[in-house]
């Protein structure tokens, strides 16, 4: 029992003297300047009412002593956008913060603009007032005006008329939005449509998308997370749903950072001038659908770039579909995907696919770019006319014109984060594209130069 008594004393001893010590540092005035591990935060574009991540300066006490930082704050006050937590404590202005010697603290701020705020670029500083000096930490972000369409419950939220979006206001969607039935959904050049995480678009029967993009100013769909580590990478939303009989027109595009960009259904599609990358799945999800593309590039698919199913009719001229996925090698990464069926539950769709590919490239990591599932004695389809392709498998693929085996292509870069699918001088796809029937979207590459025959294969000249 006393060796009980003994400890117990000898414990409580021990946290009264830690106390008393803690109670004891003396915290002095700085005497030199604070370092930061940054003296400009870049916050991630922000859309009105939504708050951003958050950030993080570190502030290093290099001195040999503890000090007491007189203040720090937000140098617009009250009216900033910005909002700041020092030491655990959110707010705008703190006084009087312990840093030890040597050692150092996190100051964490996020951007939360109001209702109505204006589009605009959004800048304040972080004060920090020492006997040493005025330090200031630059914080810096940029604000759109959005319009919000939020699912509620177990319904999606729908669009029921005939309805055109401009660049005017980035559209960001929570949940399922629906195009009604029958209805057109016209986007104009410039047009920002960000999708938070799990959302979707989807296109009931008979209804109409049109993207009138341009060089400059495409039409974006993406997560809405617009800091630029998450351009490359999926899954941030689902993806855009096409139902049957839906009319897909498509220009000067750019698709990625999800689960499926496109999935077509048992309609047409035109798809011009167009980059799709970045994909869980698959870029274009093709079941029973007619497509044509010119100027299209892809990369980066986890299972494929262009997965057809179930039949359809695919015709791809100066195409570049690439594919460097390298996020999870079980994953098979092949440029297309054919199957000819498609079964979802009780629902089976059995066609035999066709796909007509004129002056592409299929080019990537995977020694065979194309695969084909075979059912019941089903049939792929497959004419190549002036094609660069890795590939070893080719019975059944009917060539003409001059085709390129397995040479690589020497893209610029096929890196996703400065991704560039241009070829260098030498590539083997310089000078072999013959010209095609007539066609406006072909005359030119997808960057507007002029194609001089015998043209660069892929969408590149």
Not at 181 to 204: A, D, H, I, P
Not at 214 to 234: A, H, N, Q, W
Request: aromatic content about 10%.
């Amino acid at each position: 029992m006393k060796i009980k008594i003994f400890f117990g004393i000898a414990f409580w001893s021990l946290l009264l003297l830690a106390g008393c010590n803690r109670d004891d540092i003396s915290f002095e005035s700085p005497t030199q300047l604070l370092r930061f591990s940054t003296d400009t935060v870049f916050c991630d574009t922000v859309y009105n009412q939504m708050r951003s991540e958050t950030y993080a300066v570190k502030v290093y006490n290099n001195e040999d002593k503890d000090v007491l930082i007189p203040r720090i704050a937000l140098e617009g006050g009250s009216s900033s956008l910005y909002r700041i937590n020092v030491d655990g404590k959110a707010g705008i202005s703190f006084e009087n913060v312990p840093l030890r010697s040597k050692d150092s603290l996190f100051v964490f701020v996020e951007i939360s603009p109001v209702a109505n705020a204006p589009e605009a670029i959004a800048e304040d500083k972080v004060v920090f007032n020492t006997p040493a000096g005025e330090q200031k930490v630059t914080l810096f972000s940029v604000v759109q005006d959005a319009e919000y369409f939020i699912q509620t419950g177990e319904n999606p939220v729908s669009i029921n008329d005939n309805t055109t979006w401009t660049k005017d206001k980035v559209k960001v969607i929570f949940g399922n939005l629906n195009i009604a039935e029958g209805k057109t959904l016209t986007m104009e050049k410039g047009t920002k449509v960000y999708f938070r995480k799990n959302s979707g678009m989807n296109f009931e029967k008979n209804s109409k998308l049109t993207v009138y993009g341009e060089l400059g100013e495409e039409v974006i769909f993406r997560g809405d997370r617009s800091d630029t580590k998450y351009d490359t990478l999926p899954a941030n939303w689902n993806g855009i749903t096409m139902d049957e009989a839906t009319v897909l027109n498509m220009n000067y595009a750019k698709i990625y950072g999800g689960n499926v960009g496109l999935q077509l259904k048992k309609n047409s599609a035109t798809i011009n001038n167009t980059i799709i990358h970045t994909f869980q799945n698959v870029g274009i999800y093709g079941i029973a659908a007619n497509l044509t593309a010119n100027n299209l590039v892809m990369n980066n698919c986890g299972e494929a770039d262009l997965a057809v199913t179930g039949g359809g009719t695919y015709t791809l001229n100066y195409a570049t579909i690439a594919n460097y996925w390298d996020l999870n090698p079980s994953m098979s990464a092949v440029g297309i995907f054919a199957s000819n069926l498609y079964q979802n539950g009780e629902e089976l769709i059995t066609g035999n696919p066709i796909l007509n590919v004129n002056n592409s490239i299929i080019y990537g990591d995977t020694t065979d770019m194309i695969s084909y599932k075979s059912m019941d004695g089903g049939s792929f389809v497959r004419n190549f006319t002036n094609v660069l392709l890795k590939q070893n498998e080719r019975a059944g693929i009917i060539f003409s014109g001059q085709n390129i085996f397995n040479e690589d292509p020497k893209f610029q870069n096929y890196f996703t984060q400065k991704m560039n699918l241009r070829v260098k001088a030498g590539s083997p796809a310089m000078g072999k594209g013959t010209q095609l029937p007539s066609n406006i979207f072909t005359i030119k590459d997808i960057a507007g130069i002029t194609r001089m025959y015998p043209a660069t294969l892929g969408a590149y000249e």
